[in-house]
């Protein structure tokens, strides 16, 4: 097996040299990007494999769809504790070509449900050849806490669930609370680093949140990381780490977590975000320092949660 990963990367690499001899187009570039990340994510197999399969979430981190080695934290996960059901849910995914489960779906042959609040993103989805090939359904929603449990079971998701990925940027505490429909085995909640480890708050609830026009700096939104575990332990939930990147936490069900896996507390788990995503007025991004992001949102109007 491992005498095979270099030629896999040989062949990627002269692929890669292919496409820059082409013009550049929009698509090839997409090409381009997702060879890069299937390149790094075998390498980050291969180095496992030398490092053993234990360690901390962070140590197994690569990315071919997601965002920042989430992919690999669920390998991980999934290969390590007995999963009841090989089914997913994601939702806030935009037109798919970077999520959480999409390595599931394509890798695992996992059975999933998709939805996003914007047409154009499920049309997209749609005309994919991963929607064509694989056992997905993607549906135009926007997903609030009165309708999420309706929409999963309207879709054929209930019970026992594999793995659920929480990420709309705004009312996620609030959905995650909300969901009864399903029992995941693991869930991935993404958190707003910026309230700290320390404050269980999340924004209040407004079922027609959209980041870009209540919040205009892109800070006060979301929920903390103890606000999301609290909501996880109550659902028989343990916290098992965040990922480096700072903005999703990883939880497995207490009765699946096998013994040398740790349960973390909310302070031994977090991780401080580097990414710089501030917006002002008009929508112009701009750099601040720690400092002025807290000042920034010091005022802002935050519910005390358990």
Not at 96 to 125: C, H, K, P
Not at 198 to 226: E, Q
Request: one cysteine or more; charged letters at 30%; aromatic letters at 8%.
């Amino acid at each position: 097996m491992r005498r095979l990963v270099p030629g896999r990367v040989r062949r990627l690499r002269e692929r890669l040299r292919a496409l820059d001899r082409l013009p550049k187009l929009d698509e090839l570039d997409r090409v381009k990007d997702r060879l890069d990340n299937v390149i790094e994510a075998v390498g980050r197999i291969e180095a496992r494999q030398l490092r053993g399969t234990r360690g901390s979430l962070r140590d197994h981190e690569f990315r071919v769809y997601s965002h920042a080695g989430e992919d690999g934290i669920i390998q991980f996960l999934v290969h390590s504790i007995d999963i009841p059901s090989r089914t997913f849910v994601e939702f806030g995914v935009e037109d798919y070509r970077e999520a959480n489960t999409r390595f599931l779906l394509q890798r695992e042959g996992w059975r999933g449900l998709v939805m996003d609040g914007n047409e154009d993103n499920i049309s997209a989805i749609r005309a994919d050849p991963v929607y064509w090939n694989h056992d997905l359904t993607a549906v135009n929603a926007f997903v609030t806490r009165e309708n999420i449990d309706r929409l999963l079971a309207d879709n054929g998701f209930t019970g026992d669930l594999g793995l659920l990925s929480v990420d709309i940027d705004g009312n996620d505490y609030w959905v995650f609370e909300a969901i009864t429909a399903v029992r995941p085995a693991i869930a991935v909640v993404e958190y707003n680093h910026r309230f700290g480890p320390a404050r269980s708050v999340t924004i209040p609830y407004d079922p027609a949140f959209v980041r870009r026009r209540h919040d205009t700096s892109w800070l006060c939104t979301g929920a903390s990381l103890a606000a999301i575990v609290g909501v996880a332990n109550r659902k028989g939930m343990d916290f098992v780490g965040c990922n480096s990147f700072g903005n999703n936490a990883f939880l497995v069900r207490a009765d699946l977590r096998p013994d040398w896996m740790p349960a973390l507390s909310v302070e031994e788990g977090f991780v401080a975000g580097p990414f710089k995503e501030t917006m002002l007025r008009g929508g112009r991004p701009v750099v601040l320092s720690q400092q002025e992001e807290q000042e920034l949102i010091s005022g802002a109007r935050l519910v005390e949660v358990p």
